[in-house]
Structures are given as structure tokens and as C-alpha cells.
């Protein structure tokens, strides 16, 4: 499966998620956070980010993906966890 976070760049509009499967032929988006996500009849949904779902982020212009605190930063703001060199 594929579950991609588009951060909003708008305060006022929730960020979107969307889950797909080619396999199960499948595909599902809803607004808000990863917990927002609705309940698939006869689907149960195990995420483990590192395998076997590719994570992809697409961040606001200006921000970045960190991986350590899974969300998008300003590209001025070090990703937490991570000593600037």
C-alpha cells in the first residue's frame, strides 16, 4: 500500500491522507490527521511506516519532511533530533 500526507498550507483547511492499493484495488482519503482515518468495511489496517507501506510526504513550499518528527518543518528549523553541521 501507498499513504501519502499532503500538509495543508493553509491554517484554516486540515492537511489531507490518503491510503492506496493496487492489490485490493482500493483508495481512500480523508482530511485531518493519520488517526482521522475512516474504518474500511472488511479491511483491517496495520500501519508500520517502514514496511510494507511506502510513506511519501509532499510539504508546503519553504518546509521540509523530517522523519524524526514525522511532519513537515520549516526549512529553516533543524529536524529534531538531528545536530546541524
Do not use: F
Request: hydrophobic residues 30%; aromatic residues 6%.
Amino acid at each position: 500500500g501507498t499513504i501519502v500526507y499532503t500538509q495543508s498550507c493553509d491554517d484554516q483547511i486540515p492537511d489531507r491522507w490518503a491510503l492506496s492499493s493496487s492489490v485490493l484495488d482500493m483508495q481512500v482519503d480523508w482530511p485531518g490527521t493519520a488517526a482521522d482515518m475512516p474504518s474500511i468495511p472488511n479491511l483491517t489496517v496495520i500501519w508500520d511506516p517502514n514496511h510494507p507501506a511506502e510513506v511519501t510526504s509532499q510539504c508546503c513550499p519553504g518546509h521540509r519532511w523530517c522523519p524524526s518528527s514525522q511532519s513537515c518543518l520549516r526549512n529553516t528549523i533543524n529536524c529534531p533530533g538531528i545536530v546541524p553541521q
